[in-house]
């Protein structure tokens, strides 16, 4: 072993001499390996064997103990990430870099927010935006003590999956960056610098090692237990000329005995390496412990000032509301449902569109109700997508505003890099009293240069369930998106959830996407509408 520690550190010092060879990362998800196209990934244990449509290019992995000294020799560290790597740009609050592009594996809806720029505020500094959703501040070397941090993220194997960037602390990155070398708060990536990392980190009674403040200025990435330290290596086969392999090197595993006690570090050497950590396990299934469910309803025409509700608040809310004599102290009733699509305008770019654009179109649903006060449109998709976006919908006129209504009232902890690979249904109360009047909405922002392009309405039916008070629609949603948290842009995406749910609720069979591309191996799953997901084994993710 001996011989092997000194092996890795005469390669660390090669690679310093060396520098940077400018190979990009691919982004990670389960046991550092892996490819998707997200900063966020399902933990390994809580995912079920159901094959995504996305392809897996797997890469080995091995613990830099095992390696042999002749094998080192051959062994050439690479960063950990490449900021042209436009996987791992695309995500998250910061601006694309590879804007009004299609990257594959991620899907087209992010482009109706990412066409935008992010609002001015991204620039200010941390004293100016301090608290709540709003708050660009990253927070290290404060950690909380660790029975607290303990109980902010209990032990266990479910919850979603960071890959965060540990970087030296003179690194500076032209995107990632200021002039004055200061990292910019909400990237894709989540870099953080060695010292603020480790300064933050506490050790729990039970040997587990968290991060405990507010990683790059993300509201949500608070308390996050740390599960690996990686980095990809190249891996030279001398005897086939030409040929190399890629594999991950494992320096540090929170699940490896012989490092039991051992704190986590950054490799010398090195000029970045990835940290893996996990959020607390609630967060597969929603946005708080004490309200599982990733739906959320923003219910902006509330006389006493909009909310934003999420997962079983959304019950416990409109419950009180009724009870306190809002609607006069009846619940309100789903009167009629409305099917349509629409593609997505891309401004600045003279409408020029991909032949893939061209034919992606936006599915979503548009519930009345008996009160007759507005409507509701209800659209499933990438989790995560609004509030690590600035909280930007196209539903509402205010979208572009540097703090629109519907960011200011989602809870921190929604504030987080998307995940493309799971889905959200969400839910938004509009002005609009009827079809008609929601169908000018969307033809005042129809255009290249605006929002929406070539709507469709083409189905309309009364809601003839006999159960469809607003909270039996809660309920539908909730369960539906508890038990299958997938979001693919072949089998299950925003226009597969909306034939699903016109059909359910109209009570319509033979019902189908809108357009034919997403027909093709289509099947429809309102079944899962009805039942209780926790009574079942593991969601399909």
């Not at 389960?30 to 399902?42: A, C, F, L, Y």
């Not at 990835?274 to 959320?296: E, F, I, M, Y």
């Not at 004599?325 to 449902?337: I, K, N, S």
């Not at 889905?423 to 009047?437: N, P």
Request: with cysteine; aromatic share 10%.
């Amino acid at each position: 072993m001996n011989a092997v520690k000194a092996a890795v550190s005469s390669a660390f010092n090669r690679l310093a001499d060396a520098g940077d060879t400018g190979a990009p990362a691919p982004t990670q998800p389960n046991q550092d390996s892996g490819h998707v196209n997200s900063t966020v990934s399902p933990s390994s244990s809580s995912s079920a064997a159901h094959k995504d449509a996305s392809p897996v290019h797997t890469l080995a992995v091995v613990d830099v103990q095992t390696i042999a000294d002749d094998e080192l020799q051959d062994l050439e560290f690479l960063d950990a990430y490449d900021g042209d790597d436009p996987a791992a740009c695309e995500s998250g609050g910061a601006t694309a870099a590879a804007s009004n592009r299609n990257v594959e594996g991620v899907p087209d809806e992010v482009d109706q927010c990412d066409d935008h720029p992010p609002p001015a505020r991204q620039l200010c500094s941390a004293a100016e935006i301090d608290t709540g959703p709003e708050s660009l501040v990253s927070v290290y070397g404060q950690p909380e003590s660790p029975e607290r941090a303990a109980e902010l993220c209990p032990p266990g194997d479910e919850g979603l999956v960071y890959h965060a960037q540990l970087v030296p602390d003179d690194w500076t990155h032209p995107e990632h960056c200021t002039t004055g070398g200061q990292i910019k708060p909400r990237r894709a990536v989540l870099p953080v610098r060695e010292k603020d990392f480790f300064a933050s980190l506490v050790q729990t009674a039970d040997g587990r090692w968290l991060f405990s403040g507010v990683l790059n200025g993300w509201p949500a990435l608070t308390c996050l237990e740390v599960k690996s330290i990686t980095c990809i290596a190249r891996l030279g086969l001398r005897a086939m000329v030409g040929l190399e392999k890629l594999q991950v090197v494992r320096f540090w595993d929170a699940t490896n005995p012989e490092q039991r006690g051992v704190a986590p570090s950054f490799p010398q050497g090195l000029r970045s390496v990835r940290v893996t950590l996990r959020a607390p396990h609630w967060t597969t299934r929603g946005w708080s412990a004490t309200s599982p469910g990733n739906c959320w309803w923003f219910e902006s025409r509330r006389a006493e000032g909009p909310r934003l509700s999420h997962g079983e608040g959304m019950i416990t809310n409109l419950k009180s509301d009724v009870a306190a004599g809002r609607f006069g102290g009846l619940e309100p009733v789903c009167t009629h449902v409305h099917h349509f699509s629409h593609r997505y305008a891309r401004p600045g770019i003279g409408g020029r569109e991909t032949s893939k654009q061209s034919v992606t179109y936006h599915g979503a649903i548009l519930l009345e109700w008996s009160h007759g006060q507005y409507c509701t449109v209800v659209e499933l998709a990438t989790l995560n997508g609004v509030g690590g976006r600035w909280g930007r919908a196209n539903w509402y006129a205010d979208k572009l505003a540097d703090s629109p209504e519907l960011y200011r009232a989602m809870p921190p902890a929604m504030i987080c890099p998307w995940a493309g690979q799971f889905a959200e249904v969400r839910c938004h109360d509009v002005k609009a009293t009827s079809l008609e009047e929601f169908k000018d909405f969307v033809g005042e922002f129809t255009g290249t240069e605006l929002r929406f392009l070539d709507p469709h309405f083409f189905q309309s039916a009364p809601v003839r369930l006999a159960m469809r008070h607003q909270t039996d629609i809660h309920r539908y949603f909730l369960n539906y998106v508890g038990r299958d948290r997938r979001y693919t842009e072949s089998f299950r995406n925003c226009q597969t959830f909306a034939a699903d749910c016109f059909g359910f609720l109209a009570g319509k069979v033979g019902v189908e996407p809108y357009h034919p591309v997403n027909r093709v191996g289509y099947t429809n799953r309102g079944h899962n509408f009805l039942y209780q997901p926790d009574l079942y084994g593991p969601p399909h993710e």
